[in-house]
């Protein structure tokens, strides 16, 4: 399927240290320029693989936003995927 793609555990403790990755984003044709992440929690990173702790336990939806160079058209794409995880009490 061609699109962003989320790596990470769908289960958290809160307080842990969450590793996500966009590397395995499926988009033939495009050179990426960015990676922006969404934590669903008010804040937000930038970068293939990034961490992330959450300090509250809950569900979130994590948002991760590609940027393509513009084409020979001049127009730049971008393309967005989700994804839900839980946080649990330590």
């Known amino acids: 399927i061609e699109q962003p793609y989320i790596t990470c555990p769908d289960t958290v403790t809160a307080g842990k240290?969450?590793?996500?990755?966009?590397?395995?984003?499926?988009?033939?044709?495009?050179?990426?320029?960015?990676?922006?992440?969404?934590?669903?929690?008010?804040t937000i990173a930038n970068g293939d693989t990034v961490e992330k702790q959450y300090?509250?336990?809950?569900?979130?939806?994590?948002?991760?936003?590609?940027?393509?160079?513009?084409?020979?058209?001049?127009i730049a794409r971008e393309a967005c995927s989700t994804k839900q995880i839980v946080i649990t009490q330590r």
Request: hydrophobic share 30%.
């Open 17 to 42: 240290t969450l590793v996500l990755s966009g590397k395995k984003t499926n988009l033939p044709g495009w050179e990426i320029t960015s990676y922006y992440w969404n934590f669903g929690d008010g």
């Open 55 to 74: 300090k509250t336990s809950g569900s979130y939806m994590i948002q991760l936003i590609v940027t393509a160079r513009p084409g020979s058209d001049g």
